[in-house]
């Protein structure tokens, strides 16, 4: 071994999406910050699809941004394509996406984890974890370089163990040109931490000079074009570019029906499970055979460089069906393959092994954030890397963990999710997992996040004033809304209905008339002595959501209160659960595996009953005396 | 610690008692209080009150207590209703204080509350994380029982439309951009409506359940001597009321339980309605109208040797209009020529004196209060189930209201199906998500 070098408070493994959020929140929050990768080229690489963003992940990326998060500004700065999805239905749902540049996108996020006070980077896998007991202190790099440090989080990605299957041949690899981490898989499989295998999967990329663009259905951005960051501006968008839209047909199935004794999916060669919501091409035609066409988005992935990504025919078929079935498709007759489509497997470690902080519960110190966590998505491991970011932040200044409740982000369903079912496919986010969702929105993710971040240091002095600005303004229109009152005798009958769709028979305030489904703030500014409304279009976006969602927010606010109670309950760690006499024996064992940290916790684990909870509130107010375990 | 959840539930032991009481504990019950009582009460005060139910029409008069918090059995704002002890008084007492806000009371959660907000010692204490287990089981047990078969098949039989209805609309919302043939508004709306209305046949079905188990009220009410309770007395196949010849024997009300087919119906012998001049027949005839303010069915006793008079056709005009009413054509033994019968749905004619036409007065009651024998489609569901069904419904039709935006519309339909299963048990997201993926290819 190499001597010590160096110490940090925290040193993050890994320069993904999950890494470089980790990085740079802990760096935020004043922490002396290290980041470890294989290969600095590749700090903020997308490995898969060039997107960011969707229904559910543009949620995410939202709050990772309201809390100071850099990937809805690099997105800023790299996305060639942006639209908002569901814009024709409600703001709970809609959501924003954008076709990255990955070139792009890896060079500003290489300039901001190259430019942050308080953080390093440097070349090196790392091989081992250095311990303490039962406490991480540090790291060991492939070349023996010990590193210290008082925390470490964990982001590997799809590199522990991996393997990448191409029909029946098969090698081991990080994703497709990199290495895998098998000495540091080998070694956290040694710790007796609860591994599991997961697949995930990308499909060939195409020559974008050898397709016929003519045949296929043109998807430009939205325009007006929108931005991601609530700091962003479209300026700061490159050029743009449309995608393309074109289909599979009975003939493309053919093809792969006859190649799949060759696939590792179907003979068994790959046992990690697959995500049902993102299915390889062969999977789709087997599970649903009477489907006769599926559909291809053809995604640019950069200004400077020729491939597209054909989204929807992810495969780990040979090379030869590949081939065939690419060049069967409509406008793709003559496509050159630039790189071969693949699947992965990698290892995984079960998340109800971690607290809602992101650290293991085993080894103090030690953080997991990202694919290693059992999720997809590069959304979700951002979100997953600035919470490790902020809680390892927090272990090192001795302060109290944070995770947002379940009520208040998609971050907190996520992490609650993961934690207390656990996974059996990679995890993605979907809005239908929130119970929570008409509160839940992208629009809103500033006002839900931003100053919980500034108090803990993850959120900067310039987005804290534009966001506290911005909360005022809302809060002044608001009160406005409330008290001025449109008369009857003031309006004429035709300008009531031309806003209002009928005339008003008394007085009203404005903010009553803008709760109804069709009246918009910007008709309603336009009537007699309403105006004039705010000319920040988010400050008048939020005023008319807030009127028009208020019955349902606030029932969802008095669900939320019942909640409360339980979510902040907190259970200790070392209690004996045999020792609870109310409870059945199948609730003890459940209990004792899981190590739920607070009370609504352990009320979402799977079987655990209403009675259970009740009685685990009256052991919780007794203290637990008598039922704890001593170390 | 003080829940904003208010919650309620039957304090006595379940059957017939002299007494019931209602126990109603949560915080800022007084909303409650002014419904229920129609007056403020002093804290700690017995006071006599008439509980009202939302058309302000009398169910019993009892006694009501207001303990303010602290000082209370639960530790938070307590009310107690003292009542009549029958089943169906108490019963329609506690749906008219759910719908007023509160819920039903999980097993041995008053305990709970008390023990929250240190109203027990420790010792008191070690008992009620047992008695919260034991009851809970206990209650398992009874809703096993009364869930399973036919009731538990056609609920999840709903709740399953229900995940596959959800499933259509949440794949709409989150994966717009997959080619999903998309569902029209149509399609969803018939969906909605096969729901809404097998959900209340099961609602239906379930009173059916209710009457089978909580029983039902009848008053006897009309003219003195019209032989009311000659007929109690025939029905009981005893001798419970005195009988005379004299007008206006009968002054208090004498309440008997008597079992048709299985439902246990509870007569009301009543005093005989006129123009009292007698206090205290003028304070029978007082409580013979409240009886029918609250009954279920009137059986209204006429002489048939007198006919219908105009004092009958008075009587029968002040009769509650939502009232369901049998008439009663009684002492049939002393009409000189047979009567004509004929087959009207809502009258009867009998001989108290003889029995004679009993078994048509007592057919034509059941049927009256939608008895329709066991049969399919009789579900035994406890109040709390009926109670969540009622919400699943009121929700569905929300819904429909809201269509035009999916993420209402998809909200409404989550607050049903959440309500839905409080009685199948819970589905999570996930399971949702799998329908979802199972019936459509998402994969872009």
Not at chain 1, 366 to 393: H, K, M, V
Not at chain 2, 301 to 309: E, K, N, Q, R
Request: glycine share 8%; charged share 20%; hydrophobic share 40%.
């Amino acid at each position: 071994m190499i001597q010590i070098i160096d110490s940090y408070d925290v040193i993050v493994v890994g320069g993904g999406h999950a890494g470089s959020e980790a990085a740079l929140a802990a760096a935020r929050m004043g922490c002396q910050t290290l980041l470890l990768t294989h290969s600095v080229e590749t700090l903020g690489q997308m490995s898969c699809n060039p997107s960011i963003g969707g229904i559910g992940k543009g949620h995410l990326v939202k709050e990772v941004d309201a809390l100071g998060g850099a990937m809805a500004s690099v997105t800023d700065e790299a996305g060639i394509q942006f639209r908002i999805l569901n814009a024709s239905k409600g703001p709970a749902v809609r959501a924003t996406r954008a076709q990255a540049d990955r070139v792009l996108y890896r060079k500003h996020m290489r300039q901001r984890l190259e430019n942050h006070p308080n953080l390093k980077v440097f070349q090196q896998a790392v091989d081992d974890l250095i311990l303490e007991g039962d406490r991480v202190v540090g790291v060991l790099t492939q070349i023996g370089i010990r590193f210290n440090a008082r925390t470490v989080i964990l982001t590997a990605g799809t590199f522990l163990a991996g393997r990448v299957h191409v029909g029946l041949q098969n090698y081991q690899a990080g994703r497709a040109g990199d290495p895998p981490a098998l000495t540091l898989a080998h070694r956290l499989r040694e710790l007796q931490l609860p591994v599991g295998r997961l697949k995930t999967g990308t499909p060939p990329r195409i020559d974008g000079r050898s397709i016929d663009f003519s045949v296929m259905l043109e998807q430009a951005g939205d325009s007006p074009i929108p931005v991601f960051s609530f700091l962003g501006k479209k300026e700061q968008h490159p050029a743009q570019m449309p995608c393309w839209i074109t289909h599979t047909h009975q003939g493309t199935h053919d093809i792969i029906r006859a190649g799949l004794d060759r696939s590792p999916l179907f003979t068994g060669v790959i046992e990690g499970v697959g995500p049902r919501y993102c299915p390889s091409i062969e999977d789709k035609i087997t599970r649903f055979a009477d489907k006769d066409s599926h559909q291809i988005f053809l995604e640019p992935e950069g200004l400077t460089v020729n491939e597209y990504y054909p989204n929807g025919i992810s495969t780990s078929l040979p090379y030869d069906v590949q081939y065939a079935l690419v060049r069967s498709i409509k406008g793709l007759e003559n496509a050159h393959i630039t790189r071969p489509g693949y699947a992965i497997e990698y290892d995984y470690f079960d998340p109800q092994g971690l607290k809602n902080s992101l650290e293991t519960k085993a080894l103090q110190g030690l953080f997991f954030a990202g694919q290693i966590n059992g999720t997809t998505g590069y959304e979700e491991a951002a979100a997953q890397g600035l919470l490790a970011g902020i809680n390892a932040a927090l272990q090192v200044k001795e302060k109290e963990a944070w995770c947002p409740l379940r009520s208040e982000a998609y971050l907190g369903v996520l992490v609650d999710d993961l934690i207390t079912r656990g996974v059996s496919e990679p995890y993605r986010m979907f809005t239908s997992r929130a119970e929570y969702r008409l509160s839940l929105r992208e629009d809103n993710a500033d006002l839900r996040l931003t100053e919980r971040g500034y108090q803990l240091g993850v959120v900067g002095a310039e987005r804290w004033q534009a966001f506290d600005i911005k909360r005022q303004s809302i809060e002044k229109e608001q009160q406005r809304l409330k008290s001025s009152w449109v008369n009857p005798r003031i309006v004429s009958q035709y300008e009531a209905t031309q806003v209002l769709g009928q005339s008003i028979e008394r007085e009203y305030p404005l903010e009553e008339l803008l709760r109804r489904p069709m009246v918009s703030y910007e008709a309603l500014m336009t009537l007699p002595t309403a105006g004039p409304g705010v000319s920040d279009p988010a400050v008048a976006e939020q005023v008319e959501i807030q009127a028009k969602y208020q019955g349902y927010i606030s029932r969802q606010k008095m669900e939320i209160e019942r909640s409360v109670q339980q979510e902040t309950l907190r259970l200790p760690q070392n209690l004996d659960y045999s020792l609870l006499s109310g409870l059945s024996k199948e609730a003890q064992q459940k209990l004792a595996k899981h190590l739920p940290q607070t009370l609504g916790q352990a009320a979402r684990i799977s079987g655990i009953t209403p009675a259970t909870i009740s009685v685990l509130m009256v052991y919780a107010k007794r203290g637990f005396s008598g039922q704890l375990k001593t170390a | 610690m003080s829940s904003t959840d208010i919650i309620a539930a039957i304090a006595t032991a379940p059957g017939l008692g002299g007494i019931g009481v209602i126990r109603v504990s949560g915080r800022l019950i007084t909303p409650i209080i002014l419904s229920l009582c129609a007056r403020a009460l002093k804290p700690r005060v017995a006071t006599l009150c008439h509980f009202q139910d939302h058309a302000d029409t009398l169910i019993d008069q009892g006694i009501a207590i207001y303990f303010p918090a602290p000082h209370s059995y639960t530790g938070e704002e307590v009310l107690e209703c003292q009542c009549h002890g029958g089943p169906v008084v108490l019963q329609q007492l506690l749906r008219r204080i759910l719908m007023l806000g509160a819920r039903s009371a999980e097993p041995g959660e008053f305990s709970l509350r008390a023990f929250l907000n240190n109203k027990m010692d420790l010792i008191q204490a070690e008992g009620v994380a047992d008695l919260i287990a034991a009851s809970s089981e206990e209650a398992a047990r009874c809703a096993n029982r009364s869930i399973q078969g036919e009731f538990s098949k056609v609920v999840h039989q709903i709740a399953q439309e229900l995940v596959t209805l959800r499933a259509l609309t949440e794949a709409m919302l989150d994966f717009p951009e997959e080619d999903i043939e998309p569902q029209t508004l149509e399609n969803q709306k018939k969906q909605l409506f096969f729901i809404d209305s097998h959900l209340k046949q099961l609602i239906v079905g379930s009173g059916q359940g209710r009457l089978l188990r909580e029983g039902a009220v009848i008053v006897l009410a009309g003219k003195p001597n019209a032989g009311k309770s000659s007929l109690l007395n025939r029905l009981a196949e005893e001798d419970i009321a005195i009988v005379t010849e004299i007008p206006g024997t009968t002054r208090d009300l004498i309440r008997q339980n008597i079992n048709c087919e299985g439902v246990s119906l509870q007569f009301v012998d009543t005093a005989g309605l006129r123009d009292a001049t007698d206090i205290v027949e003028a304070i029978g005839i007082e409580r013979t109208w409240s009886a029918l303010q609250t009954a279920d069915l009137c059986v209204f006793i006429v002489d048939a040797t007198l006919g219908l008079t105009p004092e009958d056709d008075a009587i029968s005009a002040q009769f509650p209009n939502s009232l369901p009413v049998i008439t009663v054509f009684n002492k049939m033994d002393c009409l000189l020529t047979q009567p004509q019968l004929q087959s009207h749905p809502s009258q009867v004619w009998i001989s108290a004196k003889t029995g004679e036409g009993l078994p048509e007065l007592k057919k034509t009651i059941l049927s009256a209060l939608g008895w329709q024998g066991v049969a399919d489609g009789v579900f035994m569901a406890r109040a709390r189930h009926l109670e969540a069904m009622q919400v699943a419904q009121q929700h569905l039709m929300k819904a429909s209201e809201t269509q035009l935006q999916q993420e209402i519309f998809a909200e409404e339909l989550r607050q049903a199906h959440e309500n839905l299963m409080t009685i199948t048990g819970q589905i999570t997201p996930d399971d949702l998500l799998g329908e979802i993926f199972s019936r459509f290819c998402i994969g872009k």
